[in-house]
């Protein structure tokens, strides 16, 4: 069974920056594509950036030109840089990794707030 674990979440003030990242539990090699999805309180789940396994990358139009997002094969794991952070920004950030099924991690908060 595939695990994504996620950790870097926390409090920070607006233009700060944190370091989101999601280890998996087995080879990321298996992946056609693994990214980050964030839910605010009240809205949907949305897409924030993907990579996949080709490295090409996706980004929403909130995030482009301020996150990044990369991998480490080698460790298994997926980084999500967010830098400029905006109070809207503020949600529970998720990692996705799809096959041939969908596997979703726990979730960690960001708060962008001064």
């Known amino acids: 069974q595939v695990q994504l674990v996620e950790s870097g979440g926390g409090l920070v003030q607006p233009g700060g920056s944190l370091r989101l990242s999601c280890a998996a539990s087995?080879?990321?090699?298996?992946?056609?594509?693994m990214g980050w999805y964030r839910q605010a309180p009240g809205r949907q789940r949305e897409l924030v950036a993907r990579i996949s396994s080709d490295s090409s990358t996706y980004y929403s139009d909130s995030v482009q030109g301020r996150f990044t997002i990369s991998r480490d094969n080698a460790k298994n794991t997926v980084y999500l840089q967010m830098n400029s952070l905006k109070p809207e920004d503020t949600a529970i950030y998720y990692c996705?990794?799809?096959?041939?099924?969908?596997?979703w991690g726990q979730g960690t908060q960001v708060t962008v707030s001064s």
């Open positions: 087995g080879s990321i090699f298996s992946f056609n594509n």
């Open positions: 996705h990794a799809d096959n041939w099924s969908n596997y």
